[in-house]
């Protein structure tokens, strides 16, 4: 077993909640923070945030739909 990543907290409560936040990301975007990849971080967050109120016809038709 090897470490990739660690964060340090200030706080026992604060550490428990950034690990129930990296529990519901994608394998993609736990990828993206181990290698530093923040333009990727910010792609995989817009992507998986957009609710589908905010989709418009552009992004459907980039979609192929």
């Known amino acids: 077993v090897r470490m ?3 964060e340090e907290h200030s ?3 604060s550490a428990i909640a ?5 529990k519901r990301w994608s394998h993609k975007k736990k ?4 290698l530093d ?3 990727a971080l910010r ?3 817009r ?3 957009k609710s589908m109120a905010a989709i418009t016809w552009r992004d459907l038709l980039k979609a192929g739909f």
């Open 31 to 34: 990828e993206a923070l181990i």
């Open 11 to 13: 706080s026992a409560g």
């Open 4 to 6: 990739v990543y660690a």
């Open 43 to 45: 792609a995989l967050g």
């Open 47 to 49: 992507r998986s945030t």
């Open 18 to 22: 950034r690990e129930r936040q990296l």
């Open 37 to 39: 990849d923040r333009a």
